[in-house]
């Protein structure tokens, strides 16, 4: 009796395999993929700078002449781009500077019109550091670089041309893979002496511009 038992119950579990299986194995091969397909990538329009190696630009800003007042300073530049990182500069700028107060209080002046002309030339080095993306909505992107540069040159002011030491700092912008905008700030250290003593003078420009490469 109790073998019987025994062979029903086997004959049963068996029999429950085989029916029940296949059901298993159908649900199965309808499940859901763990991992999901990839979603389409957006295309990006990316400005990229051009292959030339030249880079010409006009500037416009402030330029703080100390003791001379804050006037309005223009110019031009013109970039060598040695390597991605590293850019040779030649600058022209000039503005035209005011009274001292000095001059405003005793009614002397020290300088003629044609001496408060202030001109400088540079010949500077630079360097591109923390390059970046600017993203405009969802199609457009803009290289850009923060750079330090730092040169000498000569400044012409008050009647002598004086040797010029500049360091400064810059944002460049690319918009199309050919121009550029630029926003920098600089101070170039000359020494003079008209107020009656020597000492170092630092005058600070702030400026913005564009450029073209070629």
């Known amino acids: 009796m109790e073998s019987r038992f ?3 119950l086997l004959t ?3 029999a429950a395999l085989v029916l029940f299986a296949p059901v298993s194995f159908s649900a199965d091969t309808g499940a859901q993929p763990v991992i999901a397909p990839e979603a389409p990538r957006r295309e990006i329009h990316e400005a990229q ?4 190696d030249f880079e010409f630009g006009l500037f416009a800003g402030i330029m703080s002449v100390e003791d001379f007042g804050a006037n ?3 110019g031009v530049r013109l970039d060598y781009h040695l390597t ?3 850019f040779a500069e030649l600058a022209v700028g000039r503005t035209d500077t005011d009274k001292t107060s000095f001059e405003r209080l005793g009614g002397v002046d020290l300088l003629t019109d044609d001496a408060r002309t202030l001109t400088y030339y540079n010949l500077s080095l630079g360097v591109n550091l923390l390059p970046g993306e600017v993203f405009v909505g969802r199609s457009y992107a803009f290289n850009s670089a923060f750079y330090l540069i730092g040169g000498v040159g000569s400044t012409r002011f008050a009647g ?3 040797f010029t030491l500049s360091i400064g700092a810059g944002y460049r912008l690319l918009l199309t893979d050919s121009i550029a905008l630029h926003i920098d700030g600089r101070d ?3 020494d003079i002496d008209i107020l009656g003593e020597n000492k170092t003078s630092h005058n600070i420009e702030f400026t913005g511009g564009i450029s073209v490469f070629f």
């Not at 700078?49 to 030339?52: A, G």
Request: negative net charge; proline residues 0%; aromatic residues 18%.
């Open 6 to 8: 025994r062979i029903f």
């Open 12 to 14: 049963l579990t068996v």
């Open 49 to 52: 700078i051009d292959t030339e």
């Open 72 to 74: 309005a300073v223009y």
């Open 84 to 86: 991605e990182d590293f």
């Open 160 to 162: 002598d041309d004086r």
């Open 188 to 190: 170039h250290m000359f």
